[in-house]
Nanobody, 116 residues
Framework: QVQLVESGGGLVQPGGSLRLSCAASGFTFSWFTMSWYRQAPGKERELVASVGSAADSTRYADSVKGRFTISRDNAKNSVYLQMDSLKSEDTAVYYC?????????WGQGTQVTVSS
């Protein structure tokens, strides 16, 4: 079965960095676009970044452009989100996502808290 397992979240001070990882299994990872979403308390889930199957295309939410970098390693079935210059408004649960045909799959989420 499809599994997405996130790791790397935690508490960081404003201006700091974190690197999130998502380990995927149960499907042919290299065929599919992978994405990171986030959901802050009281807000809707939003797309943060996505990367194409061959890592040849990426896109970012305007709020994270220039600060976050998405990447993938198809040999390791993993996708990453490097988050730099973190702000308090980046505080959220971060989810790994992929869409296989008509169904979306999600990881369990990892909490990122930016606070002094």
């Amino acid at each position: 079965q499809v599994q997405l397992v996130e790791s790397g979240g935690g508490l960081v001070q404003p201006g700091g960095s974190l690197r999130l990882s998502c380990a995927a299994s149960g499907f042919t990872f290299s065929w599919f676009t992978m994405s990171w979403y986030r959901q802050a308390p009281g807000k809707e889930r939003e797309l943060v970044a996505s990367v194409g199957s061959a890592a040849d295309s990426t896109r970012y939410a305007d709020s994270v452009k220039g600060r976050f970098t998405i990447s993938r390693d198809n040999a390791k079935n993993s996708v990453y989100l490097q988050m730099d210059s973190l702000k308090s408004e980046d505080t959220a649960v971060y989810y790994c996502n992929t869409n296989l045909g008509i169904r979306a799959y999600w990881g369990q989420g990892t909490q990122v808290t930016v606070s002094s």
